[in-house]
């Protein structure tokens, strides 16, 4: 491995401002300590001053310890009127007592002016002033100069004298800013080359946003110019379109730059740290992001899988292994046999091309997604089409009918709903009636009461997300509330999570063919595990 790049995260901070994420004292821990488990060298941990999260986070960070990552606290510069004794919101980013500070300054003279209110010259004075008070408290200080890039455009003089000032007080990294995440990367390119001309001596940083869809490859071409300390966040969080994205940015520079972002091996932590965090935002993982999104490594066409079966590389520029993702083959009505005989192979089941059964499998999946079925999301339910038209999926019981009753008798209450279901199962007969939340719960329970007493283990299932989709119509006549509708059920215990579908005209129908599928899917798995049925 190559040179080494310093990682610098500020998921906890800047990541924190995106809409929709908010991170109590006890996500920002959890999320620390994964992001030093990988082995992330800075982790920004908040503004101690700017609110009570943060400085309970600060507090409460000191009973822990990392093995790798040194935390930073962040913070401005101290105000204009006041000076770094007398701000206290300053003093109280001194006081956090981290082993990094880093302070962010005005370096474009449009904000020195309007946003500071304050003259070029006080503006140097404090930024010079606020590094080295900050020096005397912390073992290193990086100095983020606020909107270096435009400031450079349309003033260099200052812009250049700004971090001057800063290297002048003994900053042990000045980092270059695209706030606005509006630059182009031919202008961070030729501006960085310009700066590393007329100004080589101190240690650069990175920072951009993604405004302009381009932050890791701003952060890409600074770090081949020579930066080696790069801010991001996971997941590319952050305000208005985001930071530049850490979980891109570190595999292009271990992977196709060959330099070091991370410990020996940590890199295939990476989409699981992706998840994790994902998970602590209470946001969905965005599929198709690049190298640990669910889509990333995702094969859809036939002549596709064909090919990757051959060879992996045909169609895939990294090994999914190497970030810990994992490769995929969807089934759709574009598939054909390989992708057939490529779902079968995950299943432990080898078949080949000659097989009849491959080709009765293709037209089966092809005739129900023409129909509107989606076997890309719904696995489980591909998974019991196959064992089923191999024959090893037993009759668990037989639907005699059902019958769901929506009723509102006054417009103030809620709607009462109420299912019935008769099954059958290994001839006798169950007959049961339940009450729900909505139509789709009620017939859940029902279906639940009336097999529980045959399979025990069904209480072990819980229905954890429901989807409805309206198609597009083929025939204009049946549009609106005519249309047929998708039903997605994903449902789990304590060992997995599984998805199924439905389709109909109907939507109680369509639910309860991706119910029904759930609850097979649960009594057949249970059944394999344990060496029975199959």
């Known amino acids: 491995m190559g040179e080494k ?7 906890l901070r800047d990541g924190s401002q995106a809409e929709e994420v908010n991170f109590s004292p006890e996500d920002k821990i959890r999320i620390a300590r994964k992001l030093d488990e990988i082995g992330i060298d800075y982790i920004e941990g908040g503004w101690p001053s700017s609110n009570p999260t943060d400085e309970n986070f600060f507090k409460d960070i000191k009973n822990y310890e990392f093995k790798h990552s040194k935390i930073a606290a962040f913070g401005s510069t101290h105000h204009p009127k006041l000076n770094v004794s007398s701000d206290d919101s300053f003093k109280k980013v001194l006081d956090a007592q981290t082993e990094v500070i880093t302070l962010v300054g005005k370096s474009w003279d449009i904000h020195v002016k309007e946003a500071l209110k304050t003259t070029l010259d006080r503006n140097l004075e404090i930024i010079y002033d606020s590094i080295k008070a900050a020096k005397n408290k912390a073992k290193e200080v990086f100095f983020d100069a606020e909107h270096f890039f435009d400031g450079y455009k349309e003033n260099k003089e200052y812009t250049m004298a700004c971090i001057k000032k800063a290297y002048e007080a003994g900053s042990d990294c000045i980092v270059l800013c695209d706030t606005n995440g509006g630059c182009l990367t031919m202008e961070i390119k ?16 990175i920072h951009v946003h993604n405004d302009a869809e381009l932050a890791v490859a701003n952060s890409i071409v600074a770090v081949n110019l020579g930066i080696r300390h790069v801010q991001g966040t996971i997941n590319g969080y952050g305000e208005r379109c985001g930071n530049a994205n850490l979980c891109s940015i570190i595999p292009n520079l271990e992977l196709k730059m060959g ?16 998840r994790f965090v994902a998970e602590i935002a209470n946001l969905s993982p965005f599929k198709r992001q690049p190298y640990v999104g669910e889509s ?38 574009l598939a054909g046999k390989s992708n057939i005989i490529f779902k079968a192979k995950q299943f432990g089941l080898n078949l080949k091309k000659e097989d009849p059964i491959v080709l009765e499998l293709l037209e089966e999946v092809k005739n129900l997604e023409m129909l509107g079925y989606e076997f890309s999301v719904a696995e489980a339910s591909f998974e019991l089409l196959l064992y089923k038209t191999l024959g090893k999926v037993r009759k668990y019981y037989e639907l005699i009918g059902f019958r769901v009753l929506d009723a509102m008798q006054k417009e103030i209450e809620e709607p009462i709903s109420e299912a019935t279901v008769m099954v059958r199962v290994g001839g006798k007969l169950s007959h049961t009636a339940a009450i729900g939340k909505g139509p789709v719960n009620a017939l859940d329970n029902a279906l639940r009461k009336a097999l529980e007493g045959f399979y025990p283990n069904l209480k072990e299932m819980k229905l954890l997300d429901f989807k409805v989709r309206v198609l597009t119509p083929k025939d204009p006549e049946f549009a609106g509330t005519a249309s047929m509708v998708r039903v997605f059920i994903e449902s789990g ?16 129908e369509a639910s309860w063919k991706a119910l029904q599928d759930s609850v097979i899917y649960k009594l057949f798995k249970d059944d394999r595990e344990k060496g029975n049925g199959i």
């Not at 790049?5 to 998921?11: G, L, Q, R």
């Not at 190497?322 to 969807?330: D, F, I, W």
């Not at 215990?493 to 109680?508: A, E, L, M």
């Open 296 to 333: 990333a490594f995702a094969h859809k066409g036939g002549i596709h899988v064909s090919a990757i079966m051959s060879n992996p590389r045909t169609y895939e520029h990294i090994p999914p292994e190497k970030v810990g993702n994992r490769q995929r083959v969807l089934l759709s009505d």
């Open 5 to 11: 790049v310093f990682i610098y995260d500020t998921t």
């Open 259 to 274: 330099l070091k972002c991370l410990p020996d091996g940590n890199l295939k932590k990476l989409t699981s740290l992706s």
């Open 190 to 205: 030729e501006i960085i080359e310009q700066v590393l001309k007329e100004f080589p001596e101190p240690e650069y940083g």
């Open 493 to 508: 215990d304590q060992k997995q999570r599984w998805i199924t579908v439905g389709v109909s005209y109907n939507i109680i």
